[in-house]
């Protein structure tokens, strides 16, 4: 009990507030809730694991088995990284709708993995709409960020998707900071694709 109490004092007189985008400060709760191990294999942990990727997909209102939800350990731009260079072929080819700096570090990201990259971008005030754009030839991949933190702007996903759909481009939403706020289905049309909801 008296090294809980000293863990508990250190949180407390160490605890920074954390000024940058996400949500990253944590409760005092939330700590000591995580000072208790499992490991990887025990049971009780893969169970926890597994509702966890149940209830992702139940906020992107789809299941098992047609969908599935990989967790992935590290920061938004890890996760982001991670699926634009695992899920582009080399051939392949990025179109990234940007009205922010996070569309930006998406183009970013492809210029580095070696992934060839065709860029729309609007003004940073405005939504990116299906009119702004058209998929060029061997467009095989199309990037959007849903919410662009930096402004707060809502990009309407549902309606590129229809049109990233219909060009048969598999398509790539950053949902990094709307993911479980904004409702999303992802059983529509738009979204039935080999999409990937970066997260």
Known sequence: METKRTIWLMIATMNKLLFTPGPLTTSLSVKETMLRDLGSRDSEFLEIVREIR?????????????YECVLMQGSGTFAIEAVISSAIPRDGRLLVLINGAYGRRIEKIARVHGIAVETIEVEENRKITAAD???????????????????????????????????????????MSSFGAIPVNLGRRAYRLPGLLGE
């Open 133 to 175: 754009f058209k998929l060029g030839e061997g467009i095989s991949h199309v990037a959007v960020v849903h919410c662009e933190t930096t402004t707060g702007i809502l990009n309407p996903i549902e309606e590129i998707g229809e049109k990233v759909a219909a060009a048969g481009a598999c398509y790539i939403v950053d949902a």
């Open 54 to 66: 149940e209830q992702l997909l139940a906020l992107g209102n789809v299941a098992r088995p047609e």
